[in-house]
């Protein structure tokens, strides 16, 4: 099993900044990709961010420039850096992290529970 824990989120006001984290743990062998993902009230889960273990990003338009995703593959962390919050930033977010687990050659996909992020208008 592969845990995945979140932190960082809460209530800040327009144009503030917050730093999540995900620290993944468990019978990991290796992590490929990792991923933030969102959920507004009443809406779709969207994919926020993604960082392969290389380093390669990608983000969803809503957020380039404001919202810097990065790793550090040792702690087995992804981080989200989001600076110029607006209140459409407000929702859920989600760690996501695609690997390989240690002891035996299968995959895994795991989520975390989510983090709270709050931008009033």
């Known amino acids: 099993q592969v845990q995945l824990v979140e932190s960082g989120g809460g209530l800040v006001q327009a144009g503030g900044s917050l730093r999540l984290s995900c620290a993944a743990s468990g019978s990991i062998f290796r992590i490929n990709a990792m991923d933030w993902y969102r959920q507004a009230p009443g809406k779709q889960r969207e994919l926020v961010a993604g960082i392969t273990r290389n380093g390669v990003t990608n983000y969803a338009d809503s957020v380039k420039g404001r919202f810097t995703i990065s790793r550090d593959n040792a702690k087995n962390t992804v981080y989200l850096q989001m600076n110029s919050l607006k209140p459409e930033d407000t929702a859920v977010y989600y760690c996501?992290?695609?690997?390989?687990?240690?002891?035996?050659?299968?995959?895994?996909?795991?989520w975390g529970q989510g983090t709270q992020v709050t931008v009033p208008s």
């Open positions: 996501n992290a695609a690997g390989i687990y240690s002891g035996f050659p299968q995959t895994f996909n795991s």
